[in-house]
C-alpha cells in the first residue's frame, strides 16, 4: 500500500507492507538509520520520534497508520554544521557512551521539553496544575521510557539541563 | 624514504620492567584533560553507522529460529512449506550454525552442533527472504519436529558437577584457623544470572566477493572474531574482512562471533546474495552468553582487633557442556584482603540453560557482592566501623603468591572516599527515619584484576603535519577515539583534531580489541611506541635525540632550533608500536583499586529500595580523559544499582529457558532509578609496571563492589541482611522491623 509520510519538512511516497513499522520504513525504506531499533517492543525507546509534534515509539507503530502524518527524526533537527541545543549539550557533556539510544534520548527530550513547557504534569510533579519544576529528578522521571544501558543516566540528564537553559535563554 | 626508515621506527616493548613516565614529560597539555568524543557529533545526529546500518546493496533478510526444546534433535523442519511463503528464498539449517558465540578471545569456532539441541532458544535455523516481514513470517511459521531427551536444568541438583584442580585452593589450615578466630562470619550468598543487554542488538551483514567473506558486524575483538569466524565457515583467515567502526555496547555481550554472523555468512554464500540477520531482543536474551548464577560460601574469621585471619571463598556456577569459561567468582579475593589461613573451591555445574560467558567485570562483579556484604557482616560481628575495619585489613603484599603490588591506593580510596561522602553521619543499624523511609549509608571495597593484552597500532605523519592512527581495535562507547587522539596528539604535539582515528576494520593491525578493561592501556600503549618511533625518527632529520626533541602545536624544538613539523615529513612517516605483556603482570599483582559509598532509602512497608547518593573513587593510574573515564566509572556503579536491586534472568525451573527475555522483564536501571552520582579518580596515581602509559582498566572497576555499598547500606537502613541478590522487595519487606507496622 502506498502512504505519504512527511519527514523533517520533505514529501516521500512510500510503498510499505502492511507489517511494516514506522521504524522500519524509517531505516530500510528512508534509509534513516539515525532511529534505532533497540527491542522492537516499546520497552527501550531508542526509536522515539516526533509524529506530528509528539514523541512516540515507532517501533510499536504500523507504517499503514500514518498516511499523511508529520514525522520529525533526529536527521531533522540539526546539521553538523549547525547541531540542535541539545545535539550541542551532549557532545559537551558526555552525555552518551556507545551513541546507541541517543537519537533516542535526543528526540524524547526534545518532545519531553515541549511538553513541559505546555504545563504537563508527571507522575511525581507535587501539582497537578502549577507550572512542572523540571528537577533533575522530574527530568529522570519523565525520561525513564529511554534506556540507556552503558548508563550514561546522569549526564543525559546532565545534558538536557543545559540545552533547556540554552534554549530558554535563546528565546 | 619510508620504507627505509621503516625497521627503525617501528617499536615493540615487551612489558619486562617498568616503564620511565614519558607521557609526563610531553607538552602538549592535551592528554588526561575532559576533552569531548571526536565521532560525538555523528552519535548525536544519528549518522554514525552501526552494523546493521550499512548501505549494502541487494540485501536479503535473514532471521533465526530458535529451538522450542531443551535438549535432543532436530527431527525435520517443513522447509517446503516454508518456501511457498511469500518472498521466501532459503532456509538453512545445520551446517556451519553456531550453538552459541563463541567465549571472549575464543579464536576457533563455538560449538556447531545442529541437529542438536543443546538449550532452549538455541538457534536452530535461518530463514531468509525478500523482506524483513516476510523472512520473520516464514521463520515464526516453520514447522518443526523433535526427538526430545532429558535435560538437568538446575544447577543445585546437578548431577555433573566439575572441580577445576587450579581453583581448589587451601593455603595453612582453614578450618582451625577459622575456628581460633575471635568473630566468624558463615554466610551463604547468591547472585542471579544476568546479561549484557547491549542497547544495539547482535546484527551482521555479510556479503561475498570472490570467495573472500565481507561482514558488517557488532563486535568487540576483531582479530579474535575473524579467528573464529574464518573457523566456523572452513576459511582462512585471509579471507575473512570484518568492519565494526562503531559498536553500540557490548559489555562481553560481543567479545565472540555470534551466532547472527554466521547464519549471514553461510545465508550470503548459499544464496550468492548479501544477507542480514538481526537478533530480535528476545534472541538476544536467548542465544547470546548471560553471566551465571551464582552459590557462595563466605566464611571469614578476624582477631579481637578485626585483623581478618581466616578466609574462605567457595563457589558454585554453571555453564552447558562443552564450555570451558567459567566466572571466576573469587579472582577479587585472592588478592584484597589478607589472612593465613585461606581455602577457595570452585564449582562447575552442567546445566542446559543458555551458555554463560563474560560479563562487565567476570568474576569480581558478582563475587565482590558476597566477600564484600560478608566483610560488612564481620565488621558488625566484630563491632568496629567497616571503613575502619577494611583499613586494618590492607596487606603489605597480594597474599596470594606474596606478589609486591604495583600501586595500591585502597587505603587512600576508602578514607578520601569516606571524607568525602560524610561517612562520619552513618548511623548504627536501623536508627534513621525520613517519613516512611528508612536511610542508611554503605561501604565496599572496588578491586579488578588489571591485565595487559599484545596489542599493534600504526600511526602515520602526513606530510601535512596532521597525524592517522590505525588500529583494528574498536570503540564500544568507551571512548577509544577520544583517547587515541589525546594519546597521538600528545605524543606528536598536534591539536587533537589534527589526528584521524581509523577503527574497526580487521584489516588494520591488530589490537586486544575491547574487553576486560585491558583495550585502552593496550591499544593507547601501542599507539604510544609508534608515536615514540616517529619522534626518534624526527629526532634523526633534525640532528637531535628523541630525548631532546619537543614537539608542541605542530612545531618541533631541538636546542634553539624551530622548525615547523609540516617542513620535515617529506611524503609522510609512518611507524607501528606493539605491546606485548611480559614479566611485570608475574612479579606484580597489578591491579584497580577504589571504593563504592552508597546511601539507600528503605521504604518501610513496602521494601523498596531507592539510591539516594552514590560516590565511588577510584585509582586506576594515568587517566587518560577524565570525562570519558568518569563516564566509564558511572556506567559500572549503575550496572552495580541494576545488580543491588533489579537485574536477574529468571530461568525456568522445568526447561531452564530464559522466562524474562525482553527488555520490560529483564530490568536494567532507568533514568529514575538513578541520581547524580559522584565519580571521583585519583589523578596523581601512575602504575609503573602495568604498561608505558601507567594506566590502568576503568570500565569493570566501577561495578566490582558497588552492588555490595547498596546491600550493606540496605543493612545499615533497616537491619535487613540481604543475602540473595538482587535485592527486590520480597526479600526485604517480610523481615523488616515489625513496630512499623502501625
New interface residues.
Given amino acids: 500500500m502506498q502512504i505519504s509520510l512527511n519527514i523533517n519538512g520533505e514529501d516521500h511516497k512510500v510503498d510499505v507492507?502492511l507489517?511494516?513499522s514506522l521504524l522500519?520504513v524509517l531505516?530500510?525504506d528512508l534509509?534513516?538509520?539515525?532511529?534505532?531499533?533497540?527491542?522492537?517492543?516499546g520497552?527501550?525507546g531508542?526509536c522515539t520520534i516526533l509524529l506530528d509534534g509528539r514523541r512516540i515509539n515507532s517501533c510499536l507503530s504500523l507504517a499503514v497508520m500514518h498516511d499523511g502524518a508529520t514525522i520529525t527524526?533526529?536527521?531533522g533537527i540539526?546539521?553538523?554544521e549547525d547541531?540542535h541545543p541539545?545535539?550541542?549539550a551532549?557532545?559537551?557533556q558526555?552525555g552518551?557512551?556507545?551513541?546507541?539510544?541517543?537519537?533516542g534520548q535526543?528526540m524524547s527530550a526534545l518532545a519531553m521539553l515541549t511538553e513541559a513547557e505546555e504545563g504537563w504534569p508527571s507522575y511525581i510533579s507535587e501539582s497537578l496544575e502549577a507550572e512542572p519544576d523540571l528537577t533533575?529528578?522530574e527530568?529522570?522521571?519523565r525520561?525513564?521510557?529511554?534506556?540507556?544501558?552503558?548508563?550514561?543516566?546522569?549526564?543525559?540528564?546532565?545534558s538536557i539541563a543545559e540545552a533547556r537553559a540554552q534554549m530558554r535563554a535563546a528565546k | 624514504m619510508m620504507a627505509k626508515d621503516q625497521a627503525t621506527m617501528d617499536v615493540t616493548l615487551t612489558m619486562d620492567t617498568a616503564q620511565p613516565r614519558r607521557l609526563d614529560q610531553m607538552v602538549q597539555g592535551v592528554l588526561g584533560g575532559a576533552m569531548a568524543r571526536p565521532e560525538g557529533p555523528l552519535k548525536v545526529r544519528g549518522a554514525a553507522t552501526y552494523a546493521a546500518e550499512h548501505a549494502v546493496a541487494d540485501l536479503a533478510e535473514g532471521v533465526l529460529v530458535r529451538a522450542t526444546i531443551t535438549k535432543g534433535k532436530v527431527k525435520a523442519i517443513d522447509e517446503a512449506a516454508a518456501l511457498k511463503l511469500p518472498g521466501v528464498i532459503a532456509v538453512l539449517t545445520g551446517g556451519p550454525l553456531l550453538r552459541n558465540p563463541a567465549q571472549g578471545q575464543a579464536s576457533e569456532a563455538p560449538e556447531q552442533v545442529l541437529p542438536e539441541v543443546h538449550y532452549f532458544g538455541q538457534p536452530i535455523a535461518v530463514v531468509v527472504a525478500d523482506s524483513f516481514e516476510n523472512a520473520r513470517h516464514a521463520a515464526q511459521t516453520l514447522r518443526v519436529t523433535y526427538t526430545e531427551a532429558k535435560a538437568e536444568v538446575d544447577p543445585e541438583t546437578a548431577s555433573t558437577v566439575e572441580r577445576p584442580k587450579k581453583s581448589q585452593i587451601e593455603t595453612g589450615d582453614f578450618d582451625a584457623g577459622f575456628q581460633a578466630g575471635a568473630h566468624q562470619i558463615d554466610a551463604l550468598y547468591h547472585t542471579e544470572p544476568h546479561t549484557s543487554a547491549a542497547m544495539e542488538p547482535h546484527a551482521s551483514i555479510a556479503r561475498w566477493d570472490q570467495g573472500r567473506l565481507e561482514l558488517w558486524g557488532s563486535y568487540q575483538m576483531l582479530k579474535h572474531n575473524v579467528a573464529e569466524l574464518a573457523d566456523a565457515m572452513g576459511l582462512p583467515e585471509s579471507k575473512v574482512r570484518i568492519h565494526a567502526p562503531y559498536v553500540g555496547g557490548g559489555f562481553g555481550g560481543k567479545l565472540g562471533i555470534a551466532p547472527e554472523a554466521v547464519a549471514a555468512a553461510h545465508a550470503a554464500r548459499e544464496i550468492g546474495r548479501p544477507v542480514r540477520v538481526v537478533m530480535a531482543r528476545q534472541q538476544v536474551f536467548d542465544m547470546t552468553l548471560r553471566r551465571t548464577e551464582t552459590a557462595q560460601r563466605l566464611r571469614l574469621a578476624c582477631d579481637a582487633t578485626g585483623k581478618i585471619t581466616a578466609l574462605a571463598h567457595e563457589d558454585r556456577v554453571s555453564n552447558l557442556p562443552g564450555e570451558s569459561y567459567s566466572e571466576p567468582v573469587a579472582q577479587g579475593t585472592h588478592f584484597l584482603y589478607g589472612g593465613a589461613d585461606r581455602r577457595f573451591t570452585h564449582e562447575v555445574a552442567r546445566v542446559h540453560r543458555p551458555a554463560a560467558g563474560s560479563v562487565r567485570a567476570p568474576g569480581e562483579a558478582v563475587g565482590m557482592i558476597a566477600l564484600e556484604c560478608a566483610v560488612d557482616e564481620l565488621a558488625e560481628a566484630a563491632g568496629i566501623d567497616p571503613v575502619e575495619l577494611r583499613l586494618r585489613n590492607l596487606p603489605k603484599t597480594a597474599p596470594k603468591g606474596d606478589l609486591p603490588f604495583s600501586e595500591n591506593a585502597l587505603g587512600r580510596c576508602l578514607k578520601e572516599g569516606a571524607a568525602r561522602f560524610g561517612w562520619d553521619k552513618r548511623g548504627t543499624t536501623a536508627s534513621r527515619r525520613d517519613g516512611d523511609w528508612w536511610v542508611g549509608l554503605g561501604v565496599a571495597a572496588a578491586v579488578r584484576t588489571n591485565v595487559l593484552e599484545e596489542s599493534i597500532a600504526r600511526v602515520t605523519l602526513e606530510p601535512d603535519g596532521s597525524a592517522t592512527v590505525a588500529t583494528d581495535m574498536t570503540d564500544i562507547g568507551t571512548g577509544t577515539y577520544a583517547i587515541l587522539s589525546q594519546i597521538a596528539a600528545e605524543m606528536l604535539g598536534l591539536r587533537p583534531d589534527q589526528v584521524t582515528v581509523k577503527l574497526g576494520d580487521s584489516d588494520l593491525p591488530k589490537s586486544s580489541g575491547s574487553g576486560g578493561s585491558f583495550g585502552a592501556q593496550s591499544c593507547g600503549s601501542a599507539v604510544f611506541l609508534a608515536c615514540q618511533g616517529l619522534r626518534a625518527a624526527l629526532a634523526k632529520r633534525l640532528g637531535t635525540t628523541e630525548e631532546e626533541l619537543t614537539l608542541k602545536d605542530g612545531t618541533a624544538t631541538s636546542g634553539n632550533r624551530r622548525v615547523p613539523l609540516a617542513d620535515v615529513l617529506d611524503s609522510g612517516l609512518s611507524a607501528t608500536g606493539h605491546i606485548k605483556p611480559g614479566d611485570t603482570e608475574d612479579d606484580f599483582a597489578i591491579a584497580g583499586y577504589g571504593a563504592h559509598f552508597a546511601e539507600v532509602r528503605v521504604h518501610a512497608f513496602t521494601g523498596e529500595v531507592r539510591v539516594a547518593r552514590m560516590l565511588g573513587i577510584f585509582s586506576i593510574g594515568r587517566v587518560l580523559n577524565r570525562l570519558t573515564a568518569e563516564s566509564q566509572c558511572h556506567g559500572g556503579m549503575i550496572w552495580g544499582i541494576g545488580s543491588a536491586l533489579s537485574e536477574e534472568l529468571q530461568h525456568d525451573r522445568r526447561d531452564g529457558r530464559i522466562v524474562n527475555h525482553d527488555l520490560a522483564g529483564y530490568h536494567v536501571p532507568c533514568h529514575l532509578d538513578v541520581p547524580q552520582l559522584d565519580a571521583v579518580l585519583l589523578e596523581d596515581t601512575r602504575d609503573d609496571q602495568a604498561n608505558p602509559i601507567q594506566a590502568k582498566g576503568i570500565g569493570e572497576l566501577g561495578i566490582s563492589g558497588a552492588a555490595a555499598a547498596i546491600g550493606n547500606a540496605i543493612f545499615n537502613a533497616c537491619g535487613v541482611r540481604v543475602r540473595d541478590f538482587p535485592a527486590t522487595p520480597d526479600k526485604i519487606f517480610p523481615h523488616l522491623p515489625f513496630d512499623d507496622w502501625g
Fill in positions: 507492507d507489517r511494516r522500519d531505516r530500510h534509509a534513516l538509520t539515525g532511529t534505532k531499533k533497540g527491542c522492537d517492543h520497552q527501550c531508542a527524526t533526529i536527521e540539526g546539521t553538523a547541531l541539545l545535539q550541542r551532549f557532545v559537551a558526555d552518551y557512551q556507545c551513541g546507541y539510544c541517543t537519537p535526543i533533575d529528578d527530568i529522570a522521571e525520561m525513564s521510557g529511554n534506556l540507556c544501558r552503558c548508563s550514561a543516566y546522569p549526564r543525559i540528564r546532565q
